[in-house]
C-alpha cells in the first residue's frame, strides 16, 4: 500500500477535489486549450473496453451524464480510446 503525503492527504480532504456533488460551474480554463494534432496517415492505438458489472457501467454511466448535463464535458469526437474500470475504496464509499 502506498503511503499518503501531505499534498495527497490534503487533495483528499478538500471538498472541491473529493466531494461527489457536481460543482454549478467550472474553474475559469485561463485560455488554455488542448488540442493534439495527428499526422496524417499515422496509426493510432484502439482499446476494447473489458466487461464490467452492471453496477460499475451505471456508476460510470451516471457520473458523465451528470457533467455531460452540467456542460462540464461532452461526448468525444477523438479515435483513441481508454478502458474504464471502478476502483471500490477501502472505507467502503
Known sequence: MLAHG???DDLISSPSVSSLKI?????SDHDVHHEIDLVPGSKYCV???WPLPRDQVKAID???EGHRQ???VRESISPHSSPTFCVKKATGG
Not at 23 to 27: G, K, M, T
Open 6 to 8: 501531505a499534498v495527497v
Open 23 to 27: 460543482p454549478a460551474e467550472l474553474p
Open 47 to 49: 482499446s476494447r473496453q
Open 62 to 64: 451516471d457520473f458523465f
Open 70 to 72: 452540467a456542460s462540464h
